[in-house]
């Protein structure tokens, strides 16, 4: 064994170095790598785990954020017709009640100027009556003369009516 | 209500004394000159009044002719004027 250059104590040192190398390794060395490995593998599953779930809570939220606009958006169009509408109708109110108020003050100040002109109408039968009647006063108290005022009162006397007092 | 007997013999002694005396009416005959007699008296034949009171005549100048009778509060219009103010009423009413 010599003579082919192999030296068994070198042999059996080597396989116990080996061996205990092989011991160390797996005692101290393997455990802790494949432990560290596996839990980084775990760790590696559960972000993937949580990047889907997240991934799929967002398309979630996306999802519900979309229908919370769209309900958001058809109640703002329910809420904006509804004002206008409302807005209309209000519109026709004061149309109404300001044509209505039109209305009455034309009325009010026709009525007004019928009065006023049926006055002034009144005013002026008065003055006219008043100034014919003033004229012939004053013509017959020129025109008069004292048997003429004589002879009216005559007239007047017979022709009084009887009075019992 | 209490009346003071003093007070009450005044007027009960008052009362009987207007009674007892009778008044004579005084009657005011406005014209605008004075009436004669014979117009009174076709006057007195219209207005009997008039026989038993006082006439009292007077001229107004503002009558244009006719007479105004007055009689304590009363008045009996006879007057042109009178006649004419009915007729601007007339006028008043109808123009």
Known sequence: MENLGIDIKLIVAQMVNFGIFYFVFMKFISAPLFKFLKKKKEEIELRDKLAIDLEHRNAQLEKKDKAMDKERKATLIKAIEESKKEALLVKETMIADAKKEADSLIESAKAQIQAERETMQKGMRKQIAEVGIMIVEKALHDYLTPQARKDITKYIIEHAPKVSL | ?95
Do not use: W
């Open chain 2, 1 to 95: 209500m209490i009346i003071e007997p003093q007070l009450k013999a005044d007027l009960k002694a008052y009362l009987l004394e207007r009674l007892k005396t009778k008044k004579v009416a005084k009657v005011v005959v406005k014209a605008p000159y004075l009436l004669d007699n014979a117009e009174i008296y076709m006057l007195k034949k219209r207005i009997k009044l008039l026989d038993k009171a006082t006439i009292h005549k007077e001229v107004d100048i503002s009558i244009l002719a006719g007479c105004i009778i007055q009689f304590g509060s009363q008045v009996i219009d006879l007057s042109l004027n009178s006649e004419l103010q009915t007729l601007e009423h007339i006028l008043y009413e109808t123009v």
